[in-house]
């Protein structure tokens, strides 16, 4: 009797905290909580009274951008590492990452046009040189894994948003007429036959029943790679979207977004060069940013407010080429987990309304197409296959810990004190959301400042916390 008491009390004190002007919801505050080897706990979350300090301090009076989501990435590899589990644990890895009651609630998948560097092998979807005019090109390759893996995600999480980018153009081209490295041409002829290219998959997709709303003109414009990979200029990217991909989706009534990405580097150019350029910029509808373009994503969102900004791909967290790292294997560790929450927070510090993971599954050796050297790259489930047994890495944890909570519409608020690792979201149904780590080998005690209460929450060591309510 004293604890439903004291659980009504709780109710009551949060309740005259919210104020109808803000949306906001009564009910008690809860915490799911993380730490090495525990992941997704309940814990507990305690009334102080009101008189005291906080460590932290939700500020609803200060609000940053609307958050439309998280998602990951569909390739081939991941594909096939779930074919070898039985149906219900390929249906558990689905619903993990999908799923809107128990699960991370993805609302976005990326979609390879043509080969990734996590296909099974180089291809594109028009090897015929010299097809100017796209007769042979064709999905049927699609139709074996990565069409059978989106609609199974499809299936679970019905409003997925789908968006698409090549790795690389047909080779042909291309300078060096091959998948790996090499630019784009220049010239009129390629430049209107590869923005058809993209209108095609897009409308071959919509066929299929997938509704491919957005296309990022090329994966990692800046970066040459020993898997499929080409290289654009700014200058060239700013005519193939003004004179060739903006026109022809236009025409053909493509119904696909245009978006800048994915943008890889802190070169500003990418960006402005094409953006300064009104012919160019009346077709760009988003941004979008990852690996080493965080130190440049704030000032795009300050500089083009009007254009929601991605991140588009987290770091994978294995560099085989430095030391420290298994050159065989992904760690697949908590130390990466931490990692992939930070990186997190600081882009949506730095203003990205989505954020996506990588391989959303792989399996244990986790390695690319790297001609010289694959790289073993993390995921956030792994498949060990001699077991057929679905592993749930630290990494999904810390993108669950944001996804799991912060619904679509959401928008970050203020959030100030002496912790840095933590940020603050106001769903749309005015429920708060803070999300929290702790870094430390300690422990930690905080105390929140929420809509005039004080909740105190303990953080384990290297673990994560989320605070609703």
């Excluded at 590492?81 to 809107?100: I, K, N, S, T």
């Excluded at 930070?342 to 050796?365: C, F, K, P, Q």
């Excluded at 077991?387 to 619904?407: I, M, N, Q």
Aim: a negative charge; hydrophobic letters at 40%; proline letters at 6%.
């Amino acid at each position: 009797m004293r604890r439903a008491r004291l659980l009504v009390a709780v109710v009551l004190l949060l309740a005259a905290g919210c104020h109808e002007d803000e949306g906001g919801s009564s009910g008690s505050a809860t915490v799911t909580v993380s730490s090495p080897g525990a992941y997704g706990q309940e814990g507990q979350v305690r009334q102080l009274a009101s008189a005291g300090g906080v460590d932290l301090a939700v500020d609803e009076g200060t609000t940053y951008q609307a958050i439309d989501g998280f998602g990951g990435a569909f390739n081939e590899q991941g594909w096939d590492a779930l074919a070898v589990l039985d149906e219900a644990a390929r249906q558990e890895a689905l619903r993990l990452l999908f799923g809107a009651s128990d699960g991370a609630r993805f609302r976005f998948g990326r979609l390879p046009i043509g080969a990734s560097d996590y296909a099974l092998d180089r291809y594109t979807l028009d090897d015929v040189p010299g097809d100017y005019a796209m007769e042979q090109f064709s999905i049927e390759r699609d139709r074996a894994r990565l069409i059978p893996y989106t609609r199974a995600a499809l299936a679970v999480q019905p409003v997925l948003r789908l968006w698409a980018s090549a790795w690389t153009p047909p080779p042909w081209l291309k300078t060096n007429d091959a998948y790996d490295s090499g630019a784009m041409r220049d010239d009129a002829a390629a430049l209107a036959a590869y923005a058809l290219y993209l209108a095609r998959f897009v409308e071959s997709y919509r066929a299929e029943g997938l509704a491919v709303g957005a296309v990022h003109v090329q994966n990692e414009p800046a970066q040459l790679t020993r898997y499929p990979s080409c290289l654009w200029t700014p200058e060239l990217i700013r005519d193939f979207v003004r004179d060739h991909l903006g026109p022809t989706f236009e025409s053909r009534q493509v119904g696909a977004e245009i978006w800048l990405g994915t943008l890889n580097t802190a070169d500003p150019r990418y960006a402005h060069v094409v953006l300064a350029d009104p012919g160019a910029r009346r077709h760009v509808r988003g941004i979008g940013v990852q690996w080493g373009a965080l130190a440049i994503t704030a000032d795009l969102a300050a500089a083009y407010p009007t254009l929601p900004l991605m991140q588009t791909e987290t770091v994978c967290g294995n560099h085989p080429w430095e030391a420290g790292f298994d050159p065989n294997r992904p760690p697949n560790d908590h130390a990466y987990g931490e990692l992939t929450w930070g990186r997190i927070r600081d882009y949506l510090r730095a203003g990205v309304r989505s954020y996506m993971a990588w391989n959303m599954v792989l399996d244990t050796e986790g390695k690319n197409l790297d001609s010289e050297r694959p790289w073993p790259q993390n995921a956030l489930l792994v498949v060990d296959r001699p077991a057929r047994r679905l592993v749930v890495t630290p990494a999904y944890w810390a993108f669950r810990h944001f996804s799991g909570f912060v619904a679509a519409g959401a928008v970050r608020i203020g959030l100030t004190g002496t912790h840095d690792d933590a940020l603050a979201f106001r769903n749309p149904d005015g429920r708060f959301v803070v999300v929290l780590q702790n870094a430390g080998s300690q422990p930690k005690t905080l105390v929140l400042g929420v809509r005039g209460e004080r909740l105190q929450v303990d953080l384990p060591a290297h673990g994560w916390a989320t605070v609703t309510g």
